[in-house]
């Protein structure tokens, strides 16, 4: 995708020195576009773990080069024994995103079984690069299924804008390129489609206003930021005709974690019969859970994100108290809305219902992943 006309991706090699890994820090977006090199494990797990890039599948990207770098990092007597501390440090950066498991098993599994320290890098980076074309593709696949949603809303309405809610940002700063909620927004606006985007501004962090809004605003895409709580006003009033987010963790039968106040957004979809879609790649489902609410990890970050707010003023970047400073403050980052609220679930190999069924319809098991 696009920042002023120049193509991006959210996290690279860098072509210069194939042991840097390069990632645009978000913490800065929209006022400031930072690349910021990631030299050293403990670089790639704070990167994670303080949202310098964020997002279920880029964390997922983000955490398989956190491998090859510990590979480069490991000593060459017995590398498994530090790369298995490797793997424990960076699953425990963020709990709620099944893909950073997904991916650093994947590195684990490959490397593993071999010796020689510079294999294992070798594999290590294979591995990295490989998680990382597979998160395109599979955002590619989900426009391409999501895209069919839009038409058809945009057939019934004669050509008229077709409004479509997101919540936080399940674009291509989510991913490494293209998005999850996201990519049908853009297959849609690429083939001509009129679409108009509500982005709710997603509180405490903000990744709505600040990273979506920007994405969009790049790429073209119509759209205007709202308080997170207008979206159900919106839905009354006809004026939502589709809801696409994206996803941290599904459940096999299809219960949702995302970003704390989907669920409001879900609840509000079904009073007013509006589409609730969830967009995911495979890397996102997890296997071995039935029940969301009872057993998807819900992370609790630093009350100060609740507190502060950051924005510009006067060229600065700066964050500045929003409440009594003595007043506590609870930062629940997801939370989890049940499969019954959910219209349907696009992934890399097509739309299903949100259920054991619908997800082994399309997928027989966890390892029919494309």
Known sequence: MNINGKAFRTIWVNPEDPQIIQIIDQRWLPHKL????????????????????????????????????????????????????????????????????????????????????????????????EITEESVQHCQKIGSFGLQLIEEISIKKGGKPVNILTHCNAGWFACVDFGTATAPIYAAHDKGIDVHVWVDETRPRNQGARITAFELLNHGVPHTVIPDNVGGHLMQHEMVDLVIVGSDRTT???????????????????????????????????????????????????????????????????????????????????????ARFVTGLITEKGICQASKQGILNLFSSKNDQS
């Open 34 to 129: 930072v690349i910021e090199d990631l030299k050293t494990l403990e670089d790639v797990t704070i990167a994670i773990r303080d949202m310098h890039l964020r997002g279920a599948p880029l964390i997922g990207s983000a955490a398989a080069f956190g491998m090859y770098i510990a590979a480069l990092e490991a000593p060459e007597k017995n590398p498994h024994e530090y790369l298995n501390n490797a793997c424990r440090e960076l699953k425990n950066t963020r709990p709620t995103a099944v893909n950073l498991a997904y991916a650093v098993d994947k590195s684990w599994n490959a490397i593993q079984p071999i010796n020689s320290k510079t294999e294992i890098e070798k594999r290590a980076l294979k591995i990295a690069l």
């Open 252 to 338: 096999v039968t299809g219960d949702v974690a995302n970003k704390i106040g989907t669920y409001l957004k879900a609840l509000a979809a079904f009073d007013n019969q509006v589409p609730f879609y969830v967009a995911l790649p495979s890397s996102t489902i997890d296997w071995n859970l039935k029940d969301g609410l009872k057993e998807i990890p819900i992370e609790q970050r630093d009350s100060e994100e609740v507190k502060y707010i950051q924005g510009l003023d006067n060229k600065e970047i700066r964050q500045v108290l929003l409440t009594p400073k003595e007043s506590p403050a609870t930062n629940y980052a997801f939370d989890v809305t049940p």
